[in-house]
């Protein structure tokens, strides 16, 4: 079964510091990785979208990696701020079509 | 501006009352998508278009129907809705149903069914 794992489910940390988020998949066979950054009771926002030849990916403060071996991602936030508080979503396509696996996310919450 | 609209943002209504959400992109895409999210679930899709006259379902379609009779419109009609039914909706659009392409999503639309 296609599963996209999340870790940590949440997160607390200080304005200013940098945070990892996870994201581990089984989905198979795998085309696309992508984060997304949702505000409470809004759409997703793409961030970034990889492809598996891609291990790397930027925008601005927000870099995703991706090990297609071990099948796992990563989103690393900068300088943190306050309106980075968001639920971080992390979304696998398989290539067979239109099957997009959505992790839980992970909610994280920026304090000053 | 490109975007993907949602009507109505909030609704409630009653068991069995039947109802339609709209959704409307302006960028010519011509995949479209409905999802539901649920607390500790994610997202869910519910059906998606791939194009006009073309829908298919997703992994939880049942209670909802669809229809793409314009590329740019893709309603979710609940014929009977039912309280299990109440969730956050989102509706999201794309160039293709394949590849690295950008999903946008619309703004939600919070459902209760009482």
């Known amino acids: 079964k296609n599963q996209v794992e999340q870790s940590p489910q949440s997160l607390i940390i200080l304005e200013g510091k940098n945070c990892t988020l996870q994201c581990n998949y089984t989905v198979s066979p795998f085309s696309n990785l992508r984060w997304y950054k949702q505000d409470t009771g809004r759409g997703p926002v793409s961030l970034t979208i990889m492809t598996f030849s891609e291990n790397t990916k930027s925008n601005g403060r927000y870099t995703a990696t991706l090990d297609a071996d071990t099948k796992q991602s990563s989103l690393h936030i900068t300088a943190s701020q306050l309106s980075d508080s968001a639920s971080y979503i992390c979304v696998v396509d398989n290539n067979a079509g239109n099957m997009l696996t959505f992790g839980g996310g992970t909610r994280l919450m920026v304090k000053p | 501006e490109a975007q993907v609209t949602q009507n109505p943002r909030y609704l409630i209504t009653v068991t069995g009352k039947k109802l339609t959400v709209t959704c409307s992109q302006n960028?010519?895409?011509?995949?479209m998508s409905w999802y539901r999210q649920d607390p500790g679930l994610g997202l869910r899709q519910i059906y998606y278009?791939?194009?006009?006259?073309?829908?298919d379902k997703g992994d939880v379609p049942e209670g909802y129907k669809v229809s793409r009779k314009e590329k740019r419109n893709f309603p979710l009609i609940l014929e009977s809705p039912s309280p299990n039914q109440t969730s956050l909706y989102f509706c999201?659009?794309?160039?293709?149903?394949?590849?690295?392409?950008?999903?946008?999503f619309g703004p939600g639309t919070r459902l209760t069914v009482t």
């Open positions: 999201a659009s794309s160039q293709a149903d394949r590849g690295p392409y950008e999903q946008y």
């Open positions: 960028m010519n895409h011509e995949y």
């Open positions: 278009s791939m194009n006009v006259e073309v829908t």
